[in-house]
T-cell receptor, first 114, second 110 residues
Framework: DTGVSQDPRHKITKRGQNVTFRCDPISEHNRLYWYRQTLGQGPEFLTYFQNEAQLEKSRLLSDRFSAERPKGSFSTLEIQRTEQGDSAMYLC????????????FGEGSWLTVV | KQEVTQIPAALSVPEGENLVLNCSFTDSAIYNLQWFRQDPGKGLTSLLLIQSSQREQTSGRLNASLDKSSGRSTLYIAASQPGDSATYLCAVAGNTPLVFGKGTRLSVIA
């Protein structure tokens, strides 16, 4: 069990550029979640997958955001045409598909849009 | 829509003191409640998970209680230490994925 890993840990990008974050969940976990957190706030849900199926998307996930989990293992979160308001920490988490199971978070990917 | 509130927003205590952090939620139809710790600039570390059928969970100096009918949970930290300084987040899972409060920022002064 190597935990949830995220890459890159930090990204600075110019407004209008595209960025992609990768998440590798705990190996036997079939659920994967993406959250966004800004300073002084709790994490906000963006989307989640069960295996390769994207089961729910928050209205926070505008059409500039897309997430994939092509083989039910790692996931990517892409933000197109970044805006300064996208600056935040993007957190990935995973769990087993059992009601009431603990959700484990990665260290997060910090995005700064300048 | 589930809403989670944590009180106080910040707390500063001398080392050795026992303390209580509070969490309330608006929709009692939850599967479980989870307490997390977050150090500055870091991800979240799970501390305790309480199932909806449980009243409390303990881990070391931490004890979390759940009163689902009143929509409340508390996290009790005994004999606080400077290493306990962090932000503590409460989150509830129901028909939607985890919904978080804004956290309580704890400082334990040596």
């Amino acid at each position: 069990d190597t935990g949830v890993s995220q890459d890159p840990r930090h990204k600075i990008t110019k407004r209008g550029q595209n960025v992609t974050f990768r998440c590798d969940p705990i190996s036997e976990h079939n659920r994967l979640y993406w959250y966004r957190q800004t300073l002084g706030q709790g994490p906000e849900f963006l989307t989640y997958f069960q295996n390769e199926a994207q089961l729910e998307k928050s209205r926070l996930l505008s059409d500039r955001f897309s997430a994939e989990r092509p083989k039910g293992s790692f996931s990517t979160l892409e933000i197109q045409r970044t805006e300064q308001g996208d600056s935040a920490m993007y957190l990935c988490a995973s769990s087993l598909q059992v009601s009431g199971n603990t959700i484990y978070f990665g260290e997060g990917s910090w995005l700064t849009v300048v | 829509k589930q809403e989670v509130t944590q009180i106080p927003a910040a707390l500063s205590v001398p080392e050795g003191e026992n303390l209580v952090l509070n969490c309330s939620f608006t929709d009692s139809a939850i599967y479980n409640l989870q307490w997390f710790r977050q150090d500055p600039g870091k991800g979240l570390t799970s501390l305790l998970l309480i199932q909806s059928s449980q009243r409390e969970q303990t881990s070391g100096r931490l004890n979390a209680s759940l009163d689902k009918s009143s929509g409340r949970s508390t996290l009790y930290i005994a004999a606080s230490q400077p290493g306990d300084s962090a932000t503590y987040l409460c989150a509830v899972a129901g028909n939607t994925p985890l919904v978080f409060g804004k956290g309580t920022r704890l400082s334990v002064i040596a």
